[in-house]
């Protein structure tokens, strides 16, 4: 017998039959991929019933993962990983691999047990790793992170980091790990790094090994959107992509909103889709690569802006006379603020890697992040374990960096990183390891391609209450806002599990489940947690 459900829990008199419901998702990334499988799981409706809305012709959105060993591959980043993700957890504990040989989470906690991260050079400094680097954070250092840490956000407000601490602190060890492994910069939020530092206490101590930090057997494309696109296709969801939602259709019934209509443009036509009294939209906001650029090996990346991308521009049309939507120009007006590079090199000699083997003392897949304090760019580099993709040849190596400060010029290639080919940029890593003879050999056999994306840390931009809205906006009645850019209490942006969590809530808001998502971890009411903490924080070892 088909369920029933209210499709809102304000509205608890509308009730259909589950089986009726179709739902649009707007956007084909892991918020909405997230979504559909909840929708199926936990709220019953039947896959064929649920349509996904992409603009572009790749499903994954920000996890992505493409190329070939002749065209070199491309990984634009990734999101760090660690035990406490109970929502992504939570997902993939349905999922199975793509061999179905066991779930995805089973395969990542098993995967991690067998290469534990445990750098021995998190900082190279003068062309020498740094083991295990002390902090170096005064006393007044510790009080002001403690400080942060309990003050309310109201009282924050839109201020940023660095109307919080001294100027010493940014030369720290600690800022320095905290900052390449979170991508903070000064100018960011006050509010969200507050949430960090709770949201991630209990790895304080280890941090400057990367103790704790967790990855999947390949890059997150083929380890979590694979498994999760094919359950999904198993199941008979529908995929649109190149499909771009450029507005919505709005009817009033009673005190309460809902979409009609959605507006889109599809290869080339302009096409509408009729929203059901009965029907659920869920729509991603924003997007942390939108109008990303990609370059090659000789040529840099190219900017571009919000007018090059849809989602942004969405969430713009959106919010227009709507308050509940948000202020997506917070986020998307600040490219300065917000724009980083980042660049995958592609080799086919292994001189590299074992260079950065025996200067590291770490294998690929063990060291994690190693950061070049003297780069004038802020550049970090890491090597994952090989192969990083799935058909990856034996003799092919991959490996992805990025820099903070994008906009200063190199120290041994004198352009900005912005202006850089992925050559020059290989070249300025290579001086700061201090590699001269073999530098042509590795550079004449590598593929280098650099990637700007210019919002890849809006959502870190200072903001105040309102300027992120709420998954259910209020007044609204089949509508629910997901992704990087809605706000959750408590937890963490730029996460898989922020946008995975708001995945859930969405689901079990709109279909009234009574199923809200597992609590976020809070390690700060811990006492084991904080004791270790405050022994890391003032270099105590043991």
């Known amino acids: 017998m088909s369920k029933t459900v209210s499709t809102s829990p304000s509205h608890a008199d509308i009730r259909v039959h589950r089986a009726d419901i179709k739902a649009y998702l707007v956007g084909g990334g892991i918020a909405s991929l997230a979504a559909a499988a909840f929708l199926i799981r936990d709220g019953d409706l039947l896959g064929h019933n649920i349509v996904i809305l992409e603009d572009s012709d790749t499903l994954g959105g920000s996890l992505d993962g493409a190329g070939s060993p002749q065209a070199g591959y491309v990984l634009r980043g990734g999101r760090m990983f660690e035990s406490k993700y109970q929502c992504t957890y939570d997902l993939f504990s349905s999922v199975p691999t793509l061999d179905k040989s066991r779930t995805v989470t089973q395969e990542i906690f098993a995967w991690n047990e067998t290469m534990k991260t445990s750098s021995k050079a998190?900082?190279?400094?003068?062309?020498?790793?740094?083991?295990?680097?002390?902090?170096?954070?005064?006393?007044?250092?510790?009080?002001?992170?403690?400080?942060?840490?309990?003050?309310?956000?109201?009282?924050?407000?839109?201020s940023r980091i660095s109307d919080r601490f001294d100027e010493a602190f940014f030369r720290t060890n600690f800022w320095l790990m905290w900052c390449t492994t979170f991508a903070f910069q000064p100018w960011h939020s006050a509010v969200e790094l507050k949430r960090y530092l709770l949201r991630f206490s209990h790895m304080v101590e280890g941090f400057n090994r990367l103790r704790g930090i967790m990855r999947t057997v390949y890059n997150q494309y083929d380890s979590l959107v694979l498994p999760l696109h094919k359950w999904l296709d198993e199941r008979g969801v529908e995929f649109r992509r190149n499909t771009r939602v450029t507005d919505i259709v709005t009817a009033t019934d009673g005190a309460a909103t809902r979409i009609e209509r959605l507006l889109c443009r599809r290869d080339g036509k302009d096409v509408e889709i009729a929203v059901s009294p009965q029907d659920l939209v869920i729509v991603t906001l924003g997007s942390m690569t939108d109008a990303s650029s990609l370059g090659d090996t000789d040529h840099a990346p190219v900017m571009k802006t919000k007018a090059d991308g849809g989602a942004f521009k969405l969430w713009e049309t959106m919010a227009a006379g709507r308050p509940e939507f948000g202020r997506p120009a917070v986020f998307a007006d600040h490219i300065d603020e917000s724009k980083w590079v980042s660049f995958t090199a592609t080799l086919r000699d292994p001189t590299f890697f074992r260079i950065v083997r025996d200067i590291t003392g770490n294998v690929p897949g063990e060291g994690g992040l190693v950061t070049l304090t003297d780069s004038a760019w802020l550049a970090s580099f890491v090597l994952p374990h090989q192969p990083h993709f799935i058909g990856q040849p034996a003799d092919v190596q991959v490996f992805w960096g990025y820099g903070l400060a994008v906009d200063q010029?190199?120290?041994?290639?004198?352009?900005?990183?912005?202006?850089?080919?992925?050559?020059?940029?290989?070249?300025?890593?290579?001086?700061?390891?201090?590699?001269?003879?073999?530098?042509?050999?590795?550079?004449?056999?590598?593929?280098?391609?650099?990637?700007?994306?210019?919002?890849?840390?809006?959502?870190?931009?200072?903001?105040?209450?309102?300027?992120?809205?709420?998954?259910?906006?209020?007044?609204?009645?089949?509508?629910?806002?997901?992704?990087?850019?809605?706000?959750?209490?408590?937890?963490?942006?730029?996460?898989?599990?922020?946008?995975?969590?708001?995945?859930?809530?969405?689901?079990?808001?709109?279909?009234?489940?009574?199923?809200p998502p597992p609590a976020v971890y809070k390690g700060q009411y811990d006492p084991r947690v904080l004791f270790k903490a405050f022994r890391s924080l003032h270099d105590m070892a043991g």
């Open 122 to 158: 998190r900082l190279v400094r003068g062309g020498r790793t740094i083991d295990a680097p002390d902090y170096g954070l005064s006393e007044a250092h510790v009080f002001a992170l403690a400080k942060l840490g309990i003050e309310p956000e109201s009282a924050l407000g839109n």
């Open 409 to 515: 010029p190199g120290d041994f290639v004198r352009k900005p990183m912005t202006a850089c080919s992925g050559r020059e940029i290989l070249t300025e890593v290579l001086g700061h390891l201090g590699v001269t003879t073999e530098t042509a050999k590795i550079l004449d056999s590598a593929i280098v391609i650099p990637c700007m994306m210019p919002f890849i840390t809006s959502q870190f931009l200072r903001r105040e209450i309102g300027d992120r809205p709420q998954v259910l906006p209020k007044g609204w009645r089949n509508l629910a806002l997901v992704g990087q850019f809605c706000e959750i209490p408590d937890d963490v942006v730029f996460t898989v599990e922020y946008s995975v969590r708001a995945a859930m809530l969405a689901v079990d808001g709109l279909l009234g489940l009574d199923r």
